[in-house]
Every structure is written in structure tokens, then in C-alpha cells.
């Protein structure tokens, strides 16, 4: 695994996986048996308050972790003869009213991670890994294989020194246990869906002679990037300013 760039590993069982909202694992692979979550460690792009510099060190981890993905399930497949899946990082997403609009994935990374025994949740509401703390980003490989499951881990790694409430800026975590997240999203994503959605609403009410500059306007060049690249978050803060781990 540290040979396809995997930081660390955990085995869970389907049965301990506990996300309260995402739909249950039969759902997506009936036979599911085991999860098998690999830890990929953010690099100190996330630190950079050029946040175009940030997005791309992301991407180009969500990149490597793509292909380990499909790489491990495809090993599965092919040398051990096991039935495997692998289940989405970000998008796709369920982007239904009832999946409120793309905030409950089909499957919760973190959720699996902490079943995996890979760690627990701070107070942003990140599962911190003793190594990495909040600078971990987890992919899954769900198997028909009953594999022996990692203890959970127990020590709270969380230090409840709230540099990560009092420091975010959308004010996303004031609730105990808890993220705001269209607070989250409007402060992290400020050119996502829902300024999508304001951009055309004014464009459609706007008069034809404006539309030109609308669409040369700043706000249009942010908003067809993000769509471009797919998403983009401009605050990395409460992984990055987390002082847990090495
Ligand atoms: C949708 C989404 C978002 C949405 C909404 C997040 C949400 N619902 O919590 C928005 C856009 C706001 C968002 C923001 C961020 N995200 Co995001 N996001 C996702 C995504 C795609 C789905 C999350 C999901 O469905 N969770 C399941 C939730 C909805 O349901 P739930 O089962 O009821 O669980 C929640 C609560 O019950 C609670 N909870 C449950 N048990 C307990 C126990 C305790 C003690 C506490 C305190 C809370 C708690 O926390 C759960 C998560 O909110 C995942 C990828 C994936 N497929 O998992 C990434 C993911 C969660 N995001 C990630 C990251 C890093 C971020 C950001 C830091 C953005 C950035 N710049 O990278 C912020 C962090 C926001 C925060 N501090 O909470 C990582 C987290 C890795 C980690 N270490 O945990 C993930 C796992 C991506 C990945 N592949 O690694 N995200």
C-alpha cells in the first residue's frame, strides 16, 4: 500500500459502520462484508493563504487517492477473486432535496475511517488520525471478504482547545457536535451551487445590454472555474490550523 502512496490503512466491518444519515451500505453492495480505508495525508498546500495553491495540492490528492482507489479494487477483483467497490471521495453525489442537495453522500468517508479504527472526531467534526490529526483525507474499498477488523481507537485525540471553532470564519462550528454546513459552504465554496443559482436568477432579470458584462465580470470567471475544476474551497482552516498529530 505505501508503495501506491497510501499513508495508512484500516479494516472495518460493514456491520460497525455507524453514519447516522448517509443510506445503509447494503444499499450500494449487498454482499459487503469489510471496508478497507486508506489514509491519504494532506500536503502543506492546505497551509497557503494563496487558496489557489491550496485547491491544487487537493487535487492533486484527490488524484492519487482516485487511483488507489480503483487500483485496490481491482486487485481485489482480479488476484484474490473478492467482489469489490469503490465508493465516491466527493462527487459524484446524490444532489436531491432528500440528500439536501449534496450534503449526505452514499457513502461517509469519515464515518468508515473511524469504524477502521483510523481515529475519532475532534471538535470540527473531522475524524483525526493520531499521525496526521485533522490533515487526513480518507477513500474506501468496500469487499465481499469478512477480513479481520482493526481495534477502534479509543484515546480522545481531540485537545478541545477550540482553535478550530473560534477560528473559522463562517462561524460553521458554534454548535457543539455539530457543522452548520450551508455556513460552511457559503464561506468555503463562495462559488458553488448557490452562487451559481444567484448568478443566473440576477442574469435572467437583468436587461440584454448588461449581459456582456456580466458574463466578463470576475464573479462569472470564479464561478465557471469552479465548475470547471469541478468544486473549489477556498478556506482550509480547521483541518490546517488543527494542532493535533505530528
Ligand atoms: C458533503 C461533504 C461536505 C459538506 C457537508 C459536510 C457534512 N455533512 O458534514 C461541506 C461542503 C460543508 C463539507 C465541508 C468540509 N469537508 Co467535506 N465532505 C462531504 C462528503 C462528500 C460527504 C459527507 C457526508 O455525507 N457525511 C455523512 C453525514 C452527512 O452524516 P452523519 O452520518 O449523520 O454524520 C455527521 C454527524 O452525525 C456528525 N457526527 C457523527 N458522529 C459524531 C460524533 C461526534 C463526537 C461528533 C462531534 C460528530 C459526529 O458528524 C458527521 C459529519 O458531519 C465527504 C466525503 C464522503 N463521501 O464522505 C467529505 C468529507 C467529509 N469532507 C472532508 C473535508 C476535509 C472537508 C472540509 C475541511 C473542506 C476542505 N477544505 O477540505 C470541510 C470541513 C467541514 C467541517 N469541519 O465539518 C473530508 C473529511 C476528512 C476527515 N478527516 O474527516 C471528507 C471525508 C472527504 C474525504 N474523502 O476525505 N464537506
Known amino acids: 500500500m505505501t508503495g501506491l502512496g497510501v499513508d495508512d490503512v484500516g479494516i472495518g466491518a460493514v456491520s460497525d459502520y455507524k453514519s447516522s444519515l448517509s443510506p445503509k451500505i447494503e444499499t450500494i453492495f449487498p454482499q459487503a462484508k469489510s471496508m478497507i480505508v ?22 492533486d490528492l484527490m488524484e492519487l ?57 475532534g471538535s470540527n467534526n473531522l475524524a483525526l488520525h493520531p499521525k496526521f490529526g485533522a490533515r487526513v483525507l480518507f477513500a474506501t474499498v468496500l469487499c465481499e471478504a469478512q477480513l479481520p477488523p482493526d481495534p477502534p481507537f479509543t484515546e480522545d485525540l481531540c485537545l478541545k482547545c477550540d482553535v478550530c471553532v473560534e477560528g473559522c470564519s463562517g462561524h460553521a462550528l458554534d454548535e457543539e457536535g455539530k ?32 449581459w456582456e458584462k456580466m458574463i466578463t465580470s470576475s464573479e462569472y470567471m ?14 482550509f482552516h480547521c483541518l490546517a490550523k488543527c494542532p493535533v498529530g505530528d
Open 179 to 210: 457543522t452548520d454546513e450551508m455556513k460552511c459552504m457559503k464561506h468555503s465554496q463562495p462559488f458553488g451551487i448557490g452562487a451559481n443559482m444567484l448568478f443566473w436568477g440576477k442574469f435572467m432579470s437583468a436587461a440584454p445590454e448588461e
Open 222 to 235: 470564479s464561478l465557471y472555474q469552479s465548475q470547471m475544476i469541478g468544486f473549489q474551497y477556498f478556506c
Open 38 to 59: 486508506m489514509a491519504f495525508k494532506e500536503l502543506s498546500n492546505c497551509e497557503s493563504e494563496n487558496k489557489r495553491i491550496a485547491m491544487s495540492g487537493r487535487m
Open 65 to 121: 487517492m482516485k487511483s488507489c482507489n480503483y487500483k485496490l479494487a481491482r486487485f481485489l477483483e482480479r488476484e484474490a477473486s473478492c467482489k469489490a467497490m469503490s465508493t465516491p471521495l466527493s462527487y459524484p453525489l446524490n444532489m436531491s432535496r432528500e440528500a439536501r442537495y449534496g450534503l449526505v453522500a452514499d457513502f461517509s468517508q469519515s464515518h468508515a475511517a473511524i469504524a477502521a479504527g483510523l481515529g475519532n472526531w
